[in-house]
């Protein structure tokens, strides 16, 4: 069933692991829109008034969007495009946005990645950089784990010689409850191989720091 207005991809769709195939499964909508119906009787709001009588389904969609990673490969995503290539400087895709949810509290968490490697024989199409960090993103997370789970899946696909990333995200967890520091950044970083040795490391942080004139 396609449904043009709140669409999320199919589970398991796509060629590659990443093509979107606007497609829900209305049997899952409809399960988790009854648990949603519940939640907002249970906080005390009335589900059947006119502003909230679509809010489960659409909550439901949101849900199911925001966590398809989990159905995506990222290794399959980086092996669809992996081309022999004799380079062997530095690599960088910076500026990547990231949006991904706190597993502990389901709030948001958004920010950037920056990410390197040092090609041993293989580079990769420069789209599938944004593409894994989309799949790892796209589950409940925490941004250390984050970090590392795009290290280590470019690490295990390619072989570089080294791998870097850098993740700087602000947490609706921290400034909508709790502390409520609204202004806090959380940084994580990551290294393989060349990347743990300080001289590769800062030249790595000096580039994603620098910007294009």
Do not use: W
């Not at 009588?53 to 199911?64: G, H, I, Q, S, W």
């Not at 500026?95 to 958004?110: A, G, N, Q, R, T």
């Amino acid at each position: 069933m396609i449904d043009d207005d709140d669409n999320i991809p199919d589970r398991d769709a796509g060629i590659n692991g990443y093509q979107k195939v606007d497609r829900y499964n209305p049997e899952l909508i409809q399960n988790l829109s009854g648990h949603y119906h519940e939640v907002l009787k249970q906080i005390g709001e009335d589900p059947n008034r006119e502003g909230l009588l679509k809010t489960p389904e659409r909550v439901a969609k949101a849900m199911l969007y925001l966590t398809h990673g989990y159905d995506s490969d990222a290794k399959e995503i980086l092996n669809s495009a992996m081309f022999k290539e004799e380079y062997s400087q530095m690599v960088i895709v910076k500026d990547i946005e990231v949006y991904s949810m706190c597993e502990h509290h389901m709030l948001p968490f958004f920010g950037k990645a920056h990410i390197a490697y040092i090609p041993n024989g293989y580079v990769v199409g420069l789209s599938k950089i944004p593409r894994i960090v989309d799949v790892f993103a796209r589950r409940l997370q925490v941004q250390e784990r984050l970090t590392n789970e795009i290290r280590d899946c470019i690490q295990e696909t390619l072989n570089p010689i080294g791998v870097g990333v850098v993740i700087e995200c602000r947490h609706l967890c921290m400034s909508m409850r709790g502390v409520q520091k609204q202004n806090s950044v959380t940084t994580t970083s990551a290294f393989t191989g060349e990347f743990l040795k300080e001289k590769t490391r800062t030249e790595f942080l000096n580039l994603i720091s620098s910007r294009l004139s």
